[in-house]
C-alpha cells in the first residue's frame, strides 16, 4: 500500500482510541504506581471525546483530520498528557499534504516532526522514561523503513515493533520527568504509562492497514 486515504487513516485513529479505553485498567495501574493514576482516565475521556466526534465528523484531508485529532485531545484530556499526545499528532501537520492520502515518506517525517515538537514543548529527552521511549524508537524505525520501501504496512509494522520495545525496554529506565519523577528507583521494573499508550496507538495503526492489504 503507497498511498494512505484519509478514510482509513481516520479509522486507525478510531481503533486506537477503542483500545486505549479497553486498556484504560492497566495505564491506571501503572501510573498509580508511579504517577498519581490519572494517565489512564485522562487518556480514556480523550479517546471517547474522540470516538464521538469521529461518530458524525468526516474529514476530506490528511491534515484537516489530524488537526481534529490534536485539538480534540487537547481539549478534553487534561494533564501533561493532554498537551503531550496532542502534540504528537499535531506537531507534524505541516509534513502532510492538503490532499486526500499521505505516503509512507510524509508519514515518517510527520511523526519524527512530532517527537520533536514533544520534546521542545516538554523540555524532555528520550532516555528519560516518557512516551519519547516509545514514540523516538518508532520513529527511527520508520525512518529507515521509508529508506527501503515505500509501503505503509510495512512502516506501520516497523513502528509498532519499535514503539513496543521502547515501551518495554522503558522499565529499565528511572523517571526524570513529569510526577513520577518523585518516585525515582520505585520506577524501574515498570513502563512509562504514556510509553504504554504511544505503543498503544502503534498497535492500533498497523493492525488497521494490516487487515486492507
Ligand atoms: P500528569 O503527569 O499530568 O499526571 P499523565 O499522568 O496523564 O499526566 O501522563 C503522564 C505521562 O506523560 C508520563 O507517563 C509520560 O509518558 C508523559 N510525560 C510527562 N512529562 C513529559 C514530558 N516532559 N515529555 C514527554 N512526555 C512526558
Ligand atoms: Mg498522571
Redesign the pocket.
Known sequence: MDKLYVELFQRMFIRGARLIIEKEPYLTEI?SVI??G??GT??KRGCEALEKLFLKEKYAFVDELCYAVSTELIKTMG???GI?FGTMFFGGISRLSHRDYVDARELSEYFLEGERA?ERR???RPGQK???DALYPACVAMESCVARSSDVVLLFKDGYEAAVRGAEDSKLMKSQ????KNFKEKTLGFP????VSASLWFQAFYETVSEVR
Open positions: 501510573d504517577g498519581d490519572d494517565h485522562g487518556m494533564g501533561a498528557s503531550i514533544i516538554g523540555k524532555a516518557t512516551m519519547l520527568m513529569g510526577r513520577s512509562d504509562p504514556g510509553a
